[in-house]
């Protein structure tokens, strides 16, 4: 059977088109195919996608997370050895974070992560025959918004919510930052942190983005002005 983008696939399929592209310029595979010999092949159930001019991705529906390069995520710390703090990401196994990969740190000026710490960090190596590394530093040596995410709220959601929220044509966090300040990480690792003005407020954005999952544009926005109106006391 002939497979074509926007079509559902299944793990041990392979697309043709892939392959003819491949042939005549540059193809970027992205989660979900893999490439053996002259053939390209689907390794998870999902849809195919294709983003112009050339890359191409199996859009799957996912909860465990498996660790890519880039990609910004929230863990926890849960042991201190050494100089490597091992941080759990929701991968099969834990990643590690130097001491030295926050900025500014040295040798005599340690950064303050304990066991228990929320940290917002970015997957600096990501491979399936080595250990995941995090940095919490950008190219520059900066921190930005990476680093240790004090008080606020942590809940698991899956990846595909994760990439519908961060789409910039989601209204979700935007009508949602018109009614009320917050601040928000979005980890790829199916992963958000929350801090509002007040435990009310953190609540009523976690269940915003909790169920925006499976609404359109107009209904997100919908949602958004109800829990507003309620917040404000307008709703009984």
């Not at 929701?90 to 001491?99: C, D, F, K, N, V």
């Amino acid at each position: 059977m002939k497979i074509s983008i926007g079509d559902v696939v299944l793990p041990g399929d392979y697309c043709e088109e892939i392959s003819q592209v491949a042939e005549k310029s540059k193809v970027i595979i992205g989660p979900g195919l893999r490439k053996e010999v002259d053939r390209v092949y689907i390794t998870k159930p999902g849809v195919l996608k294709k983003r112009n001019p050339s890359t191409f991705w199996v859009d799957s529906y996912q909860k465990r997370y498996v660790p890519s390069r880039g990609e910004n995520v929230i863990g926890v710390v849960v042991q201190k050895a050494g100089d490597i703090f091992r941080v759990e990401v929701g991968g099969s196994i834990t990643a590690a974070l130097s001491y030295l990969s926050f900025e500014g740190a040295t040798k005599k000026n340690r950064p303050e992560v304990q066991v228990g710490d929320v940290v917002y960090a970015k997957m600096l190596v990501a491979s399936k025959d080595m250990e995941p590394e995090l940095v919490c530093v950008d190219s520059h040596g900066k921190k930005g918004r990476l680093g240790v995410l004090s008080d606020g709220f942590v809940f698991k959601c899956s990846l595909n919510l994760i990439r519908k929220i961060l789409n910039p044509n989601c209204p979700l966090l935007e009508s949602l930052k018109n009614e009320w300040p917050f601040e928000v990480a979005a980890g790829m690792n199916g992963r958000i942190w929350i801090k509002a003005n007040s435990m009310r407020e953190t609540i009523a954005v976690g269940n915003a983005i909790l169920g925006a999952e499976y609404l359109n544009d107009e209904e997100i926005r919908s949602m958004c002005n109800n829990i507003a109106a309620i917040l404000a006391g307008h709703v009984s």
